[in-house]
């Protein structure tokens, strides 16, 4: 069986030698070769992942087996995300294992088990935006300046106060 471990870490300071770690002690156990696909300092908010990329190009050419990777959160950036690439994978004919919640798509089980834990997650992920949202207007109403610092012009109003989807 070929694996494809995918990992990653939000910030450049941050390491993934311990996710990598125990998807490679997962995947020996089974017996399986694998291939690594590491995205460094790359937000899950992030459109284009440069490992997660390249690893949809692989199953695309079929060449592995299984993805097997750390946790739900280090792969989606939110649920319709997940979804659509985990719909692909299975349409490939590509099993997903996920070590921190248990998951094994091929089983029918292990299907409704991520879906569940997908919504969860996509739902912390709006609950914490919008805390975010609510530290930024609360700041605001204070009269805290919010965005860049000014570099020596002179901003009208409407350049200082910018909206949260800026």
Same mark, same amino acid.
């Given at each position: 069986?070929?694996?494809?471990?995918?990992?990653?870490?939000?910030?450049?300071?941050?390491?993934?030698?311990?996710?990598?770690?125990?998807?490679?002690?997962?995947?020996?156990?089974?017996?399986?070769?694998?291939?690594?696909?590491?995205?460094?300092?790359?937000?899950?908010?992030?459109?284009?992942?440069?490992?997660?990329?390249?690893?949809?190009? %692989?199953?695309? =050419?079929? $060449?592995?087996? &299984?993805?097997?990777?750390? !946790?739900?959160? /280090?792969?989606?950036?939110?649920?319709?995300?997940?979804?659509?690439?985990?719909?692909?994978?299975?349409?490939?004919?590509?099993?997903?294992?996920?070590?921190?919640?248990?998951?094994?798509?091929?089983?029918?089980?292990?299907?409704?088990?991520?879906?569940?834990?997908?919504?969860?997650?996509?739902? %912390?992920?709006? =609950?914490? $935006?919008?805390? &975010?949202?609510?530290?930024? !207007?609360?700041? /605001?109403?204070?009269?805290?300046?919010?965005?860049?610092?000014?570099?020596?012009?002179?901003?009208?109003?409407?350049?200082?106060?910018?909206?949260?989807?800026?």
């Amino acid at each position: 069986m070929r694996a494809a471990i995918y990992a990653r870490v939000s910030t450049l300071d941050q390491n993934p030698e311990n996710q990598l770690q125990e998807l490679r002690r997962y995947c020996e156990a089974r017996g399986w070769s694998a291939v690594e696909f590491v995205d460094h300092g790359v937000s899950d908010a992030k459109e284009s992942r440069p490992a997660l990329d390249a690893l949809q190009k %692989e199953a695309k =050419r079929r $060449r592995f087996d &299984v993805l097997v990777a750390w !946790r739900l959160d /280090r792969l989606g950036r939110n649920l319709r995300h997940l979804i659509l690439l985990l719909d692909e994978l299975h349409a490939l004919g590509i099993g997903f294992v996920t070590l921190g919640e248990g998951i094994d798509t091929t089983s029918p089980t292990g299907r409704l088990v991520l879906h569940v834990l997908g919504a969860i997650a996509e739902f %912390e992920r709006e =609950r914490m $935006r919008e805390r &975010v949202v609510a530290g930024l !207007r609360r700041a /605001r109403t204070q009269g805290q300046r919010l965005g860049t610092p000014n570099s020596g012009q002179r901003r009208t109003t409407r350049q200082r106060c910018w909206t949260a989807s800026s």
